[in-house]
């Protein structure tokens, strides 16, 4: 009974792990929305915001790729 005990507490502990995870993302890439959306709003650009830009669309992707593959991992178990 005890080790039933521990194994659902690790697993808890592994969900909720994966769960701060995927909302830290989220909310970095709602950070980086309204930074984008602070730039793209501009009539002109200087070259450091295109590279900021850039910059801020791969990191979306990044943790986009990694939300989708904790989800993934949430799923499988």
Same mark, same amino acid.
């Given at each position: 009974?005890?080790?039933?005990?521990?194994?659902?507490i690790?697993?808890?502990?592994?969900?909720i792990g994966i769960l701060f995870e995927i909302i830290k +993302?989220?909310?970095s890439n709602n950070d980086l929305d309204a930074e984008y959306f602070q730039i793209i709003s501009k009539d002109s650009r200087?070259?450091?915001?295109?590279? +900021?830009l850039?910059?801020?669309?791969?990191? +979306?992707k990044d943790n986009?790729?990694?939300?989708? +593959?904790l989800l993934k991992q949430i799923e499988s178990n």
């Open positions: 009974m005890s080790e039933n005990n521990d194994e659902l690790k697993a808890q502990n592994e969900l +993302r989220l909310q200087s070259e450091t915001e295109k590279f +900021r850039d910059k801020i669309t791969k990191e +979306r986009a790729k990694i939300v989708s +593959r």
